[in-house]
């Protein structure tokens, strides 16, 4: 039976000063991480080693594992599913580009237990700029006012994925010609008759896109963002 075990996983792209401050925020939760890292550069793959040596973390390249080019998140998505499960946890993601606070992973994990007849399948922590108000993916929860269901999607920000949810789906059946998973993960739940719950009261410091800046275009330059997702079959969920 779960009971609030957790295997938590980061996946990294670059940006290393980001992802190491991420890092050591977990670590100084006093949780044990592994870290995806998905074809940085070879110096960040080294920093990445480096904090390994220091930290304790466990670090996949996935350039061990696959010549499959960046993004990796299907495989990513598979292998830490296999992991969980063997473990009898629950998986939880957190995002480089997320800085959790000392108690934002066990808060996720308490969100699973005495819910009587409720099915959990996810929970996230809100998302917050630095002056604390909420920010990308979850805007629409600037207008809730507590914590709760909600059938809107979760990003994989920081986000725990349940057991339960990962035993009812076997992530080999993602569709391999996209790049991102979350709104589909996060729907799939939904039809698979679990809720989903957004912590309102848990929120994690987030910086969008810091791995992958050509995505900033969403906001500075919307036209040429979405020529570049659609003509270019880029960012695919």
């Given at each position: 039976?779960?009971?609030?075990?957790?295997?938590?996983?980061?996946?990294?792209?670059?940006?290393?000063?980001?992802a190491e401050q991420a890092i050591?925020?977990?670590?100084?939760?006093?949780?044990s991480l592994t870290v995806y890292d998905d074809y940085s550069s070879p110096e960040n793959a080294e920093r990445l080693d480096a904090l390994r040596a220091e930290s304790g973390i466990e670090v996949k390249h996935l350039r061990s594992y696959t010549d499959h080019p960046s993004?990796?998140?299907?495989?990513t998505l598979i292998d830490a599913q296999r992991e969980a499960v063997a473990k009898g946890a629950h998986l939880v993601i957190i995002e480089s580009d997320v800085f959790v606070r000392p108690d934002t992973i066990d808060r996720l994990a308490e969100?699973?237990?005495?819910k009587g007849e409720r099915r959990i399948g996810m929970v996230a922590a809100v998302t917050t700029d630095g002056e604390g108000k909420i920010n990308f993916p979850y805007e629409y929860a600037r207008r809730m006012t507590q914590d709760g269901q909600t059938k809107k999607r979760l990003s994989?920000?920081?986000?725990?994925?349940?057991?339960e949810l990962l035993r009812a789906y076997d992530f080999e059946q993602l569709d391999p010609e996209k790049?991102?998973?979350d709104v589909f993960i996060s729907h799939l739940s939904v039809r698979l008759g679990f809720e989903n719950i957004l912590q309102l009261s848990n929120p994690v410091l987030h910086t969008p896109?810091?791995?992958r800046p050509w995505k900033q275009l969403k906001y500075t330059n919307p036209l040429l963002y979405y020529w570049r997702k659609l003509i270019l079959r880029r960012d695919k969920i």
């Open positions: 039976m779960v009971d609030g075990s957790v295997h938590i996983i980061m996946p990294v792209k670059d940006a290393m000063d980001q050591r925020a977990v670590v100084a939760s006093g949780h993004p990796n998140y299907r495989w969100s699973t237990k005495a994989f920000c920081c986000t725990l994925l349940t057991n790049n991102w998973y896109h810091s791995s």
